[in-house]
């Protein structure tokens, strides 16, 4: 049994993570400090997950297991937040691996000053092209003043946006903030559920460290990639998350500044939304494919995809622009599969270069 209270509670969400869960839980065991727990919550896998969650839980006394039935990742997510006893939160997805210095020297930081929200960088592994890139800010943001983070938001450019609020396990989040302003992941918006907790947590917290290291290994498989899957609730979901965006900027009062920049990017993001109907996991008939395009390009959210592609320099985001403008869904949907034969092409390329 643990006397003191853990430092940093580990909550781990599982679903059918057998092939890559062992790593996982082996990198955040090599961490050097001896004062934290790890909560597994094995969403009602069907593979052999739950049994290495227990092997796990019976080895470690720090390790907990939790078995519930099948409710996505925000209710794990929760289910774990509401059995933590950490003074920080770090959710890991279970198919990632932790760099071994990365509690060490989070420690450190907080011994200095306990910070509301620390944000690394992280590493991104392509599996399906084996690359590997590194995010993280240029700069150290060292945050003690509520008013202040407004500085670090100033500095978020799009590519800045990935790691900085878009996901939540490359950040140390205060148990007792969250816990105070009753913060919780929204468990009916998928993508778009870490973005919308770390806006929260932006909103609420009164000190905040960036760091300009990387720590944290995101793996993106064949299999697993949110990319390759269809949301056809993205009519609803996407202007409840740029509504969150313009929220969190107008809060600290710097909503003039950034509001076209957040628009541009709002714009790619819809865009990105309307090309899911070719993801491999959409079983919309082609029928019901052109119903779902014809009501994203008769959306009033859609004037932002207008702004973005108006905004691009290149022939091809012109052409598209004055092909869309014509509001015509037939056009739009031969503009998709052409999309689609041109990302074919060069993915093709691609593994012809590797």
Same mark, same amino acid.
């Given at each position: ?19 890559? #869960?062992?790593? $996982?839980?082996?990198?955040? =065991?090599?961490?050097? @400090? %001896?004062?934290? +727990?790890?909560?597994? &919550?094995?969403? !009602? ?52 691996? #932790?760099?071994? $210095?990365?509690?060490?020297? =989070?420690?450190?930081? @907080? %011994?200095?000053? +306990?910070?509301?929200? &620390?944000?690394? !960088? ?60 009753? =913060? ?171």
């Amino acid at each position: 049994m643990m006397k003191e209270r853990p430092i940093v509670s580990v909550v781990i969400p599982v679903f059918n993570a057998s092939n890559y #869960l062992s790593k $996982c839980l082996e990198s955040v =065991l090599i961490q050097n @400090i %001896t004062n934290y +727990e790890i909560i597994l &919550i094995d969403d !009602g896998s069907t593979d052999n997950s739950g049994h290495i969650c227990d092997y796990y839980s019976n080895r470690y006394e720090n390790v907990r297991t939790f078995h519930i039935s099948n409710h996505g990742v925000s209710y794990a997510r929760n289910f774990g937040l509401s059995n933590a006893k950490g003074k920080y939160l770090h959710f890991v997805d279970s198919d990632d691996i #932790l760099d071994s $210095c990365m509690y060490e020297e =989070l420690v450190n930081i @907080i %011994t200095y000053c +306990e910070y509301d929200i &620390i944000i690394t !960088g992280a590493r991104y592994h392509n599996e399906i092209f084996k690359t590997v890139e590194e995010f993280h800010s240029k700069e150290i943001y060292d945050i003690k003043k509520h008013d202040y983070i407004k500085f670090f938001l100033l500095d978020i450019d799009e590519q800045d946006k990935g790691w900085a609020m878009n996901v939540i396990w490359n950040k140390w989040i205060k148990n007792e903030m969250v816990k105070k302003h009753d =913060l919780s992941f929204c468990d009916n918006i998928c993508p778009g559920e870490d973005f919308i907790f770390v806006i929260d947590s932006l909103k609420n917290a009164q000190s905040l460290f960036v760091s300009n290291k990387v720590y944290y290994n995101y793996f993106v498989r064949n299999n697993l990639s949110l990319l390759r899957k269809f949301y056809g609730n993205i009519l609803e979901m996407r202007p409840l998350i740029y509504k969150k965006y313009i929220d969190l900027y107008d809060f600290f009062g710097i909503l003039d500044i950034c509001k076209n920049r957040i628009d541009l990017i709002e714009g790619k993001n819809f865009l990105k939304s309307l090309f899911s109907i070719l993801n491999t996991n959409c079983k919309l008939t082609l029928k019901k494919k052109y119903v779902f395009v014809k009501r994203i390009i008769k959306s009033s959210h859609f004037k932002y995809v207008y702004l973005y592609l108006k905004d691009k320099n290149d022939i091809s985001s012109k052409i598209f622009y004055i092909l869309l403008k014509t509001n015509n869904t037939i056009i739009a949907f031969i503009l998709i599969y052409a999309y689609n034969v041109r990302i074919k092409v060069m993915n093709k390329r691609n593994k012809k270069c590797l």
